[in-house]
T-cell receptor, first 108, second 112 residues
Framework: KNEVEQSPQNLTAQEGEFITINCSYS?????LHWLQQHPGGGIVSLFM???GKKKHGRLIATINIQEKHSSLHITASHPRDSAVYIC??????????FGTGTSLTVIP | DTGVSQDPRHKITKRGQNVTFRCDPI?????LYWYRQTLGQGPEFLTY????????KSRLLSDRFSAERPKGSFSTLEIQRTEQGDSAMYLC??????????FGEGSRLTVL
């Protein structure tokens, strides 16, 4: 059974702080996704990666296939980054397994 | 806007009634997924289509749930004889062959 675990579950940061959210998974995967969900439901895909590192603006995602671990980093955090961040993995693209999410609050 | 759209956004129904949700994926996307999400939890897989073929279905999905994607474009998710435990957000996502996920805004179901 594929288990996806995220840490921390909740995170509060001051504006400008560097933030790291971690994701561990238990079985081999073909891709890992980082998603952002704002209150009200809408989910936006941030990254899809299968190796190495990707960067988009102030967001950086890394993955270590050997250690079955991925991290999402936010540099110079801002209150508008407040959201739930979810990681999800897939082996075949037929099914995705989701973590329970990390709720981030950035205080001005 | 040509993103994933879901309808209705909110549905309140009485226990025992049937409900149907519709998802219109991004037009070039051959993969379509349905998920269910309850408060404080990550999305839970329900079913997956590649074009019109339903390739995977969660074992958690009772026979009250059925999904179709008749022409490989839009999809419907029907819940028969709804129960209070069915109250959740029902999310649809589509994906091109490259694998990125694009989610709709979801359909929130409340069963009274």
């Amino acid at each position: 059974k594929n288990e996806v675990e995220q840490s921390p579950q909740n995170l509060t940061a001051q504006e400008g702080e560097f933030i790291t959210i971690n994701c561990s998974y238990s079985v081999g995967i073909s891709a890992l996704h980082w998603l952002q969900q704002h209150p009200g439901g809408g989910i936006v895909s941030l990254f899809m990666l299968s190796s190495g590192k990707k960067k988009h603006g102030r967001l950086i995602a890394t993955i270590n296939i050997q250690e079955k671990h991925s991290s999402l980093h936010i540099t110079a955090s801002h209150p508008r980054d407040s959201a739930v961040y979810i990681c999800a993995d897939t082996n075949t693209g037929n099914q995705f397994y989701f973590g329970t999410g990390t709720s981030l609050t950035v205080i001005p | 806007d040509t993103g994933v759209s879901q309808d209705p956004r909110h549905k309140i129904t009485k226990r025992g009634q049937n409900v149907t949700f519709r998802c219109d994926p991004i037009s070039e996307h051959n993969r379509l997924y349905w998920y269910r999400q309850t408060l404080g939890q990550g999305p839970e897989f329900l079913t997956y289509f590649q074009n019109e073929a339903q390739l995977e279905k969660s074992r958690l999905l009772s026979d009250r749930f059925s999904a179709e994607r008749p022409k490989g474009s839009f999809s419907t998710l029907e819940i028969q004889r709804t129960e209070q435990g069915d109250s959740a957000m029902y999310l649809c996502a589509s994906s091109p062959w490259t694998g990125e996920l694009f989610f709709g805004e979801g359909s929130r179901l409340t069963v009274l």
